[in-house]
């Protein structure tokens, strides 16, 4: 007998210290407006995505968790505060920009919109230019990222990060 193929994602934080991998169709992928999620995320909103229940596996370290309220624990990572996850009683939600592919964690439902701020439906007409395109910042010429690879690892840090 095979198995059903299952969808299968990865990420983890900016520095790499914690990672994780989830096996299943994510619940739910929303994006919320709620003045909680603001600060949590330092954000306009949080995008989440919710693992199946036991899909979610840390493969390297875990959040650690504040608890925001009295029903939900906010999971980051402690050595470089990225937000990793909202965790509530219906389940664990994982930051999207934390996947390996964020690209293919699309949002389908906003939450919280009696606090979305009132500019954020405005932001798609700004104008738009490359990182590298930021003549105020000449240091981007030679940046030199210590940002973990959108890819699992072995080990982490490398050794040379100078």
């Known amino acids: 007998m095979s198995l059903p193929n299952k969808p299968v994602y990865t990420g983890g934080c900016q520095c790499g210290a914690v990672r994780f991998r989830i096996e299943g169709a994510l619940t739910?992928?929303?994006i919320c407006h709620c003045r909680m999620c603001q600060k949590a995320f330092g954000a306009f909103?949080?995008?989440?995505?919710?693992?199946?229940e036991n899909g979610l596996v840390w493969t390297r370290g875990e959040p650690k968790r504040y608890r925001s309220?009295?029903?939900?624990?906010?999971?980051?990572?402690?050595e470089c505060g990225t937000p990793l996850t909202y965790e509530a009683p219906d389940g664990i939600a994982l930051a999207i920009g934390a996947?390996?592919?964020?690209?293919?964690?699309?949002?389908?439902?906003?939450?919280?919109?009696?606090a979305k701020l009132p500019y954020v439906d405005d932001l798609a007409p700004l104008s738009s230019e490359r990182t590298?395109?930021?003549g105020a910042a000449p240091f981007l010429?030679?940046?030199?990222?210590?940002?973990?690879?959108?890819?699992?690892?072995?080990?982490?840090?490398p050794k040379d990060r100078t």
């Open 69 to 78: 309220s009295n029903h939900v624990l906010r999971g980051f990572c402690a």
């Open 132 to 134: 590298e395109s930021d």
């Open 99 to 114: 996947f390996d592919d964020p690209a293919s964690v699309a949002p389908t439902k906003q939450w919280g919109i009696e």
């Open 28 to 30: 739910s992928v929303s």
């Open 141 to 157: 010429a030679d940046l030199k990222s210590f940002q973990h690879p959108d890819h699992d690892t072995e080990s982490w840090p």
């Open 45 to 52: 909103y949080a995008p989440l995505a919710t693992a199946p």
